[in-house]
């Protein structure tokens, strides 16, 4: 079965940096497109940042572009979120999904939080 499992989230202060880390199980992996989503309290769940198979194409919400940078390993089914540049609206819950046979599947997050 699909698995995914997210690490690396933590307290960090304004201007800081994180590595989020998804290890996945149970497909393909080199040919499925991921994705980190974020939910903060009271907001509903958004797109961060996807990656297709390759790794050669991404895309990133307006928010975080030019400060995060999602990136992949095929050989250890891993994809990243490098986080820089934290700012206090960065706080959520960070979840990685992959869309596998018509269905989405999601981690079970990482809580980031940016605060003084």
């Known amino acids: 079965q699909v698995q995914l499992v997210e690490s690396g989230g933590g307290l960090v202060q304004p201007g800081g940096s994180l590595r989020l880390s998804c290890a996945a199980s149970?497909?393909?992996?080199?040919?499925?497109?991921m994705s980190w989503y974020r939910q903060a309290p009271g907001k509903e769940r958004e797109l961060v940042a996807g990656?297709?198979?390759?790794?050669?194409?991404?895309n990133y919400a307006d928010s975080v572009k030019g400060r995060f940078t999602i990136s992949r390993d095929n050989a250890k089914n891993t994809v990243f979120l490098q986080m820089n540049s934290l700012k206090p609206e960065d706080t959520a819950v960070y979840y990685c999904?992959?869309?596998?046979?018509?269905?989405?599947?999601w981690g079970q997050g990482t809580q980031v939080t940016v605060s003084s």
């Open positions: 149970g497909f393909t992996f080199r040919t499925g497109p």
């Open positions: 990656i297709h198979g390759s790794g050669g194409i991404t």
């Open positions: 999904k992959v869309r596998w046979a018509s269905t989405d599947y």
